[in-house]
């Protein structure tokens, strides 16, 4: 029979003190890898925010981000300084304009919701036989000046963008049916958003009119939001000719050569356009929010991991102390016979590795069950109260562009951004998990014994001679 | 052949000095019988843990087979224990969750030898001590105290020793038992050509020893031979 054997042997000597062991163990191991685990569901999510920052800058016009609008339009001068400045890769440029329904109301025609993309002073807008798929509202309204019970019609109008294929926030349109537009286009073409084209019955090749110009249905694109897949988009330089504003942008989009670089091309960018003339914007400080409160939960997870992998050391290293205690006089006899140090040592190491291999394959099964819900509970109990922090503090949240179907929450906005933004994580064991956790007992089973295998090799084997 | 020199043995207890062996001198020829007799708390445990390589002595000499093993380091006094000593405990002390095969055979083990060759010589040492069969592969719980004592004398000789150290070997067991064991170590003496030196207080088993030594206040004296095969 080997050391190994008669470890595995010893291990199972007394039925229910192991039993008891096993389960005391793998209630540690186990949570210490569920913490494991956490932390790396969170991690992989820090890295996807991370990389949902992307590699953007918006510039847009000075003051144009408030309510109340303002500043002057970009031009085509300032997309060259943006070009020069160090780590920017490439410039687009988008122009906006609005489309008001022919038909629509003539009182309420002028009244435009305010905030929507700023500049509405000097937004241009024409007319279009085409209707808005966004039903205003009350709040939409409310907004515009228009009673609740006014019997007048309010409609909203169709948010237009001149465009080389990307939306005013550099994303480009994802086109569903036909094609996107390109920097060569310069006919009276255009791509729609699902929902105007639903409200409309247009497809690809069919025609409405805008600024008194036909234009054709190249492509329909999907967004995301009702507000995005409500809007239109045509050759940029054709809006900037139908809108009187050749030279002029909207929105400058600059893309960046990597993300690590965003923050500092922003300051740069900043730096060389003036704050007078624009404001740079990345989504890098929403996500900021979200990626600070995953990072406390990584904080607390791998203080949980340790501290239960402390506990489970410490809870092994008292068994076998008194596994010791309790065999002295058999170490004494081995020792009597012929075992050396070593070899008892081993013989003990092999049995605290057994009960902790057993704890560790059981707390696997503890993991299994209950990562998901660690990784949830830390995550939204961090978010949470992230969020009411930052609701006591008064910071402004977004969703200020009225109509019906967005949300305007102000306070809390902001942290539901982050809260939305870090929406489920999902927490599975891996191989890398089992690994880790292999290790982790490992290292328990090692530090746990290492002082009772330092007090073994300090017992006498005379010892079995002066009890007696 | 053991041969002892002038063995001291001192421990410290708080401020005092106790000293269990004072100059003990004695020999010993190789296969013969010897018993060392005395009072509880004579010293005779402290004795046989010296004799036995399981303490150092303060000073002297033991020599077996004219190597000082009060001399030996701690390595060597294992590797000394495995080959060369044989024990004998009054409560056996074999180990409880192997069996009785099983607890011969693990001084081979630490010895390194094979597990064919000490799965054969454990049981013909446990034909040799007269466990029957059936009871070899029992636990020691499911034995009886002779029966434990037999196992633990095969297992003493196991690594065929030239030194058997004794004690109290009958000093569990009823009398009749105890004259079975008694007689086994004494064959052993003459078929195995081992040394076995026992410490005891039964008067009876003393007399029937090739030498039968006593211990007074540490000091060993040599009692007439008495010597009845």
């Known amino acids: 029979m080997s050391v190994v054997t008669r470890g595995v042997k010893n291990a199972f000597r007394n039925w229910l003190r192991s039993l008891a062991v096993v389960l005391i163990l793998s209630i540690g191991i186990g949570l210490s890898m569920s913490m494991l685990v956490a932390n790396e569901a969170v991690n992989a999510k820090i890295t996807d925010l991370k990389a949902s920052i992307g590699t953007t800058l918006t510039i847009s016009p000075a003051g144009s981000q408030g309510f109340e609008g303002g500043g002057e339009p970009l031009t085509t001068d300032e997309m060259t300084t943006i070009s020069n400045v160090e780590h920017v890769v490439s410039v687009s440029a988008t122009s906006s304009f609005r489309l008001q329904n022919e038909d629509s109301s003539s009182d309420t025609s002028s009244a435009m919701p305010g905030g929507m993309g700023g500049s509405s002073s000097s937004t241009s807008t024409g007319t279009t036989n085409l209707v808005s798929s966004v039903d205003a509202g009350t709040l939409g309204r409310r907004n515009n000046g228009v009673s609740d019970d006014s019997t007048a019609t309010f409609t909203m109008p169709i948010t237009g963008t001149g465009s080389t294929g990307t939306d005013s926030s550099g994303e480009e349109y994802n086109i569903t049916s036909g094609r996107n537009l390109t920097s060569s286009d310069t006919d009276y073409v255009a791509v729609i958003g699902t929902d105007l084209a639903i409200k409309n019955s247009l497809s690809v090749g069919s025609t409405f009119t805008a600024y008194d110009q036909t234009f054709t249905v190249v492509g329909i694109f999907d967004q995301g939001t009702t507000f995005d897949n409500a809007g239109v988009a045509v050759p940029l330089s054709v809006a900037q000719t139908l809108t009187e504003t050749t030279g002029e942008v909207s929105a400058i989009i600059a893309t960046v050569d990597s993300a690590d670089n965003v923050e500092s091309t922003q300051e740069a960018v900043q730096t060389a356009l003036g704050e007078d003339v624009a404001d740079v914007t990345s989504s890098e400080s929403t996500v900021a929010t979200a990626i600070e409160s995953l990072q406390g939960v990584q904080q607390i997870s791998i203080i949980a991991f340790v501290g239960a992998l402390v506990a489970a050391a410490v809870i092994i290293f008292l068994i076998m102390m008194m596994i010791v205690r309790e065999r002295r006089r058999e170490i004494g006899v081995l020792k009597a016979i012929g075992g050396s140090n070593v070899t008892i040592m081993s013989q003990f190491i092999v049995e605290s590795l057994v009960l902790v291999f057993m704890g560790a394959i059981v707390g696997l099964g503890v993991t299994m069950v209950s ?14 109260s992230s969020s009411s922090a930052t609701s006591e503090s008064g910071q402004p949240g977004g969703g200020m562009q009225g109509g019906g179907a967005i949300d305007i929450e102000g306070g809390q906005g902001g942290m539901q951004g982050s809260t939305q933004l870090i929406g489920q994580v999902a927490a599975n064991v891996g191989w890398k998990t089992i690994v880790y956790g292999a290790l982790a007992a490992i290292a328990i089973a090692v530090v746990g014994s290492a002082i009772p295998a330092w007090i073994i090799s300090r017992v006498r084997p005379a010892v079995v001679l002066r009890g007696e | 052949m053991l041969q002892v020199d002038h063995l001291v043995k001192e421990f410290r207890q708080g401020d005092n000095k106790i000293t269990p062996v004072k100059d003990v001198n004695f020999q010993v020829e190789t ?24 303490d150092q002595p303060t000073k002297g000499s033991i020599f077996v ?79 009886s105290g002779g029966e434990q004592q037999r196992v633990a004398i095969a297992r003493a000789l196991a690594n065929k020793p030239k030194l058997i150290l004794a004690d109290e ?61």
Not at chain 2, 117 to 133: C, F, I, P, T
Not at chain 2, 204 to 228: M, N
Request: hydrophobic share 40%.
């Open chain 1, 371 to 384: 990562s998901n819900s660690i990784a949830s509970a830390l995550v939204s109990s961090s978010t949470s």
């Open chain 2, 31 to 54: 296969g013969e019988f010897a018993a060392i007799i005395g009072k509880s708390g004579s010293g005779k445990s402290t004795l046989l843990a010296l004799l036995g390589a399981l």
């Open chain 2, 65 to 143: 087979d004219e190597v000082d093993i009060a001399k030996l380091s701690a390595k060597k006094l294992t590797a000394y224990r495995c080959a060369d000593i044989g024990f004998v405990f009054q409560q056996y002390n074999l180990v409880p969750n192997l069996t009785a095969i099983e607890n011969v055979m693990l001084p081979m083990e630490f010895a390194g030898v094979p597990k064919a060759k000490r799965l054969n010589r454990a049981k013909s040492l446990l034909d040799q001590v007269g466990l029957e069969d059936g009871k070899q592969l029992r636990r020691p719980t499911r034995l």
């Open chain 2, 169 to 229: 070997p009958t000093g569990n067991l009823d009398s009749q038992t105890g004259e079975h064991i008694f007689g086994l170590l004494h064959s052993l003496t003459r078929s195995e050509k081992v040394t076995i030196v026992a410490v005891t207080h039964d008067l009876s088993i003393a007399g029937k020893t090739d030498k039968t030594f006593k211990l007074v206040d540490g000091i060993l004296h040599e009692e007439k031979p008495q010597k009845k095969s």
